[in-house]
């Protein structure tokens, strides 16, 4: 799995190369790492990657070995339980039988030997029993940002490793039951690392996620074909938002757990460094040209090898500097920075969340159309219709169709509506906000693609401004509004 966004990472992981394809600590990116893992369990061709569509052609750079054809695009980001569903049905294509490893691809393991033996074991598992089986680590502190596993009875079998039932899984619990939880010996961190037949995880979806199953098999019935793309794209959306370990690994009743006794840490905060980098005399870690004066404790950064980083008199501070922006902090306030990236969204400096691409990347494209539009309208011969959210772009209208970039402003909305012959489709550009779609409601980001069906209800509300290309059937006048801030006719 390597569609994660790496937020907590920023400024160093962003969205368009989030913390999986950087080199955070050890030799080559984590992704490549998660990879060099792989090959030790499986042959090149069972290897899958799923990621997003925007990250492809940096999963194809980073890993050029890697049957293409294995690489399943995410069309948009709804949590484990859909990305695993979705890699489960390309492989059941192959041999329902099979077993198939989940592994995230931003873990750091040092001890990759003792990695393989216990993961060779939780095939054996899978593959003779038909259980869905997990990977704990046994805790060496009382950790809050990681779930946890409760131990059942031994099962019983001939195996290499300790086998368990799983009693019990706990969410991120309090440092109070963190604190109990280690002094039981009854319990192991959940690795997110998941073991099962292909056809086995499938059922689970089917018993304890049956909404998730359904839009499953309807991608299913077109994997292959000419409308695979299409058909992905729209029902993916309308997925549930949920992990595997909420959505089926808490309510299974046929799951096991292999106690991993190997080095691991899944790299969640720049304070996690601490756990797996070599550090100086006085505690701090040196990711940079750097010269330190009466600094305890400190982590820094800097993407450029010739910037100098002088640090004196700070003790427990995080300083990453990169092309474009400079992260000073406390450490304790490590884990708050989605806090922060939020604040950027909210302000209008989402340039800041992406790196900043030339002209001829998607990215630049993106944000080039949407400055010329916004600030300039640049578009000779173009028909422009102000609205009292916002504007559009007519760029083509025709007997057949209708081209439209629209432009929302942030705390604005469309009215809530829906047509009766109209049939549209909206790709989004720029922007964050919320797509009401049916009895769905989507997060809006760029790369969203959705196809409106004539009698479905919609309305696109922007918490940032939002730019979106439409693509419409011609019946311009064909809009029932059931719902307007504006004070329009219905």
């Known amino acids: 799995m390597a569609g994660g966004r790496g937020e907590r990472f920023w400024p160093y992981s962003r969205a368009d190369y989030p913390k999986q394809f950087l080199s955070v600590v050890g030799e080559g990116t984590l992704l490549q790492q998660t990879v060099r893992r792989a090959l030790k369990l499986v042959p090149p061709d069972d290897i899958y990657i799923v990621t997003g569509q925007n990250l492809v052609d940096t999963v194809k750079q980073q890993v050029p070995d890697l049957n293409l054809k294995n690489i399943i695009v995410e069309p948009v980001g709804r949590d484990t339980a859909p990305c695993i569903g979705l890699a489960a049905l390309h492989l059941v294509r192959r041999d329902p039988e099979q077993v198939m490893i989940v592994l995230?691809?931003?873990?750091?393991?040092?001890?990759?030997?003792?990695?393989?033996?216990?993961?060779?074991?939780?095939?054996?598992?899978?593959?003779?029993?038909?259980?869905?089986?997990?990977?704990?680590?046994?805790?060496?502190?009382?950790?809050?940002?990681?779930?946890?596993?409760?131990?059942?009875?031994?099962?019983?079998?001939?195996?290499?490793?300790?086998?368990?039932?799983?009693k019990e899984f706990t969410e991120k619990p309090s440092l109070e039951k963190a604190l109990s939880f280690l002094s039981t010996n009854q319990y192991l961190w959940n690795s997110g690392m998941f073991i099962w037949k292909a056809k086995a995880i499938l059922e689970a979806i089917e018993c304890y996620l049956p909404e998730l199953f359904h839009g499953l098999k309807r991608i299913e019935a077109c994997l292959g074909s000419e409308r695979e793309a299409s058909i992905l794209a729209q029902e993916f959306l309308r997925l549930p938002r949920i992990s595997i370990d909420y959505g089926v690994m808490e309510k299974a009743d046929k799951a096991l757990v292999v106690p991993g006794d190997f080095a691991w840490d899944d790299l969640g905060t720049w304070t996690a460094l601490e756990r797996?980098?070599?550090?100086?005399?006085?505690?701090?870690?040196?990711?940079?040209?750097?010269?330190?004066?009466?600094?305890?404790?400190?982590?820094?950064?800097?993407?450029?090898?010739?910037?100098?980083?002088?640090?004196?008199?700070?003790?427990?501070?995080?300083?990453?500097?990169?092309?474009?922006?400079?992260?000073?902090?406390?450490?304790?306030?490590?884990?708050?920075?989605?806090?922060?990236?939020?604040?950027?969204?909210?302000?209008?400096?989402?340039?800041?969340?992406?790196?900043?691409?030339?002209?001829?990347?998607?990215?630049?494209?993106?944000?080039?159309?949407?400055l010329l539009f916004i600030r300039d309208r640049a578009f000779p011969g173009c028909h422009v219709q102000e609205k009292p959210w916002g504007r559009e772009l007519?760029?083509?209208?025709?007997?057949?169709?209708?081209?439209?970039?629209?432009?929302?402003?942030?705390?604005?909305?469309?009215?809530?509506?829906?047509?009766?012959?109209?049939?549209?489709?909206?790709?989004?550009l720029a922007g964050e906000g919320t797509l009401e779609?049916?009895?769905?409601?989507?997060?809006?980001?760029?790369?969203?693609?959705?196809?409106?069906?004539?009698?479905?209800?919609?309305?696109?509300?922007?918490?940032t401004d939002i730019t979106f290309l439409e693509v419409s059937t011609p019946e311009l006048e064909d809009v029932v509004r059931l719902q307007d801030e504006y004070g329009r006719a219905r």
Request: include cysteine.
């Open 104 to 166: 995230p691809a931003d873990h750091f393991i040092s001890e990759e030997d003792t990695f393989v033996d216990t993961l060779h074991v939780a095939k054996e598992l899978a593959g003779s029993t038909g259980f869905l089986v997990t990977v704990g680590i046994r805790p060496n502190r009382p950790e809050t940002g990681y779930g946890y596993i409760r131990l059942g009875e031994s099962y019983p079998g001939e195996w290499d490793k300790p086998v368990f039932r799983v």
């Open 276 to 370: 797996v980098s070599e550090v100086d005399d006085n505690g701090n870690i040196l990711q940079a040209r750097a010269v330190l004066k009466e600094t305890e404790g400190a982590i820094i950064r800097a993407e450029k090898e010739d910037k100098l980083i002088v640090a004196l008199g700070v003790k427990d501070i995080l300083i990453v500097d990169t092309e474009d922006v400079l992260l000073v902090a406390d450490k304790s306030c490590a884990s708050k920075l989605k806090e922060v990236i939020l604040e950027l969204k909210h302000r209008g400096l989402e340039q800041y969340l992406s790196y900043k691409g030339n002209s001829n990347d998607e990215l630049g494209v993106r944000k080039a159309l949407e």
């Open 394 to 428: 007519w760029w083509s209208v025709t007997e057949k169709y209708v081209g439209k970039v629209i432009y929302v402003q942030g705390g604005h909305s469309l009215s809530r509506q829906y047509h009766r012959v109209k049939q549209e489709t909206m790709m989004f």
């Open 437 to 463: 779609l049916g009895e769905e409601k989507l997060s809006i980001s760029p790369g969203l693609t959705v196809d409106i069906l004539p009698g479905t209800i919609h309305r696109v509300s922007a918490t």
